[in-house]
């Protein structure tokens, strides 16, 4: 067992180390997050700051140092025209890690490591943060007004407090009478729509009626026939009695 051991060779050799480091270094700056294991998260954290330190410094010489170590143009570039511009008030901790437990495979500890200034969800969240907290002093000579005996508050905090309350019932008046007025444009709308149905209810009925007064002439023409029938049923009995 090594005592003081200060760094994770992660069972490799020296070159194989620095390129496995040089090589997340690079995803780390081009993606901004990546996922690995928490022994290389740590192990990239103390390589890739003081790269992003270095990058805001701007010069020829520090553009060759980083690249001494990446080995790569791309990134040295986008390390030195955005991250460094996105990280220029920080005054270091420019990673973070974030644990997502153990892997099904070996069981070894997974995590992401990201540049802090690229998650815009936590950024937020830190600002609310922020603007909920207030510092209060408690010393020995600060006293509130309230505690105070004998003094009352100011009454512009009432006209305030009077004016708060009196401005949402005024909202909601206006607001009563907007409704209102909705409804009695409906209401207005349905009754016409009723009167029109009425009416062509009222045609179609009268339509009926004259088709019914038609048919009288009909029934008359029948009733002068029945008429007819018995007489000649009474006629022929005595012409058969004369015979």
């Known amino acids: 067992m090594r005592h003081g051991k200060k760094i994770n060779h992660l069972g490799r050799t020296s070159s194989h180390r620095k390129a496995l480091l040089a ?28 790269l992003i330190n270095r990058s805001k410094d701007d010069t020829t010489h520090s553009r060759r140092t980083v690249f001494s170590y990446l080995q790569n143009k791309e990134a040295v570039t986008e390390l030195f025209r955005e991250i460094s511009q ?4 920080r005054p270091g901790g420019y990673t973070r890690i974030l644990k997502l437990g153990a892997r099904i495979g070996d069981a070894a500890e997974i995590c992401y490591i990201e540049l802090v200034d690229y998650n815009e969800n936590m950024l937020s969240a830190s600002k609310e943060a922020k603007k909920k907290s207030t510092r209060r002093s408690r010393g020995k000579g600060s006293t509130d007004a309230t505690t105070k005996p004998g003094i009352e508050k100011p009454a512009k905090t009432e006209g305030k407090a009077k004016q708060a309350k009196e401005t949402p019932k005024e909202t909601v008046t206006e607001q009563l009478e907007n409704v209102v007025k909705q409804v009695e444009e409906v209401v207005e709308a349905a009754e016409k729509e009723v009167v029109e149905a009425a009416e062509e209810v009222v ?18 023409v029948t009733e002068t026939i029945v008429e007819e029938t018995p007489e000649a049923e009474e006629n022929s009995p005595t012409e058969t009695e004369e015979k």
């Open 23 to 50: 090589n997340l270094a690079i995803s780390l700056i081009m993606h901004k997050r990546i996922k690995t294991t928490v022994a290389k998260a740590k192990a990239l954290r103390k390589y890739v700051e003081p």
């Open 86 to 89: 996105k990280v220029a008030n």
């Open 203 to 220: 045609e179609k009925i009268e339509q009926q009626i004259e088709t019914v007064e038609e048919k009288p002439e009909v029934e008359e």
